[in-house]
Nanobody, 124 residues
């Protein structure tokens, strides 16, 4: 069972930047795709970004494309999410998750392990 711990959330003004990090335990981290999702109050959890097992393929939600960058370091068992040009509508709890396969996927049901989440709040 993979355990995931997110960090890096906080309060930032609109237009600012934050970098989230997710540390994973487990021997097979480098074999699976990783993803970031977010959930705002009263809304369903939504896909943000995903990265393939070796970092060669990435996928982004249209709402964050060009502003967010997902990355991974398989030697350190970490996945990051650089968030720039933040907007108030980016406010949410952000979760990292481990996919069931090596390729990128946007579907939450295709992920089997989730972190506890980290709060990102963007003020206007």
């Amino acid at each position: 069972q993979v355990q995931l711990v997110e960090s890096g959330g906080g309060l930032v003004q609109a237009g600012g930047s934050l970098r989230l990090s997710c540390a994973a335990s487990g021997r097979f981290f480098s074999s699976y795709a990783m993803g970031w999702f977010r959930q705002a109050p009263g809304k369903e959890r939504e896909f943000v970004a995903a990265i393939s097992w070796n970092g060669g393929i990435t996928s982004y939600a249209d709402s964050v494309k060009g502003r967010y960058t997902i990355s991974r370091d398989n030697a350190k068992n970490t996945v990051g999410l650089q968030m720039n040009s933040l907007k108030p509508e980016d406010t949410a709890v952000y979760y990292c998750a481990t996919a069931r396969a090596a390729g990128v996927t946007r579907t939450p049901n295709n992920y089997h392990s989730w972190g506890q989440g980290t709060q990102v709040t963007v003020s206007s």
